[in-house]
């Protein structure tokens, strides 16, 4: 069975673009998360889906950034315009059921904004 | 508030050597879930074990054993034997309710 499939692997854009991320979670998974890894903060939660509802979206910096996920195997992650800053690993990762089971991650997408 | 600390930043062996990797973890939360994923130097992260706050027992897999201590706060994952595949950061993680916490990460260097 396919693990979580993010795209593209790499993303190289300039500053003030609009970048799109994007993530298909494992069939069946009814929790959908984007994690952003950097080496100044490490893993930080940006939002999380449940059923493909956004409940918690504290973690997403600033306005720039939206989250959707219009069904259940899909989901994307925009930023715009794109900073430096933004500079970054973005992980997705799905679970399924409760609190109780373990995330699988996509294998990332390293984002560089010049 | 929810907080696991990976105090070891970073951990260098001599491939067949033993090394533990320390995790101490805070919640207030009666149930919660604690986790380890391995990152390679491939970037992926990957998932190794779950253990539930009311499961105390250590837990072995292959050259893997973990040690759940919660008088302690703490959830140690010891390799045996290593081997210079072992090299990755490994992250300890805590979920309560939704969210996953996780560590900042030990980074494991095991030379031949």
């Known amino acids: 069975d396919a693990g979580v499939i993010q795209s593209p692997r790499h993303e190289v854009t300039e500053m003030g673009q609009e970048v799109t991320l994007r993530c298909k979670p494992i069939?069946?998974?009814?929790?959908l998360f984007w994690y952003r890894q950097t080496m100044m903060r490490g893993l930080e939660l940006l939002i999380y889906?449940?059923?493909?509802?956004?409940?918690?979206d504290s973690g997403m910096p600033e306005d720039r950034f939206s989250a959707k996920m219009p069904n259940a195997s899909f989901s994307t992650l925009k930023i715009q315009p794109s900073e430096p800053r933004d500079s970054a690993v973005y992980f997705c990762?799905?679970?399924?059921?409760?609190?109780?089971?373990?995330?699988?991650f996509g294998q990332g997408t390293r984002l560089t904004v010049v | 508030a929810q907080k696991v600390t990976q105090a070891q930043t970073e951990i260098s062996v001599v491939e067949k050597e033993d090394v533990t990797l320390d995790c101490v973890y805070e919640?207030?939360?009666?149930?919660?879930?604690l986790f380890w994923y391995k990152q390679p130097p491939s970037g992926e992260l990957v998932f190794l074990i779950r253990?539930?706050?009311?499961?105390?027992q250590n837990e072995i897999s292959g050259r893997y054993s973990w040690n759940f201590q919660k008088s302690t706060s703490s959830f140690n994952f010891t390799i045996t034997a290593s081997q210079v595949v072992d090299s990755a950061v490994y992250f300890c993680?805590?979920?309560?309710?939704?969210?996953?916490?996780f560590g900042t990460g030990t980074r494991l260097k095991v030379l031949a």
């Open positions: 993680a805590l979920r309560g309710t939704y969210k996953y916490i």
């Open positions: 990762a799905s679970s399924f059921g409760g609190t109780n089971t373990e995330a699988f």
């Open positions: 069939s069946g998974h009814n929790s």
């Open positions: 253990r539930n706050s009311f499961d105390e």
């Open positions: 919640t207030r939360d009666t149930t919660y879930y």
């Open positions: 889906f449940n059923n493909n509802v956004p409940i918690d």
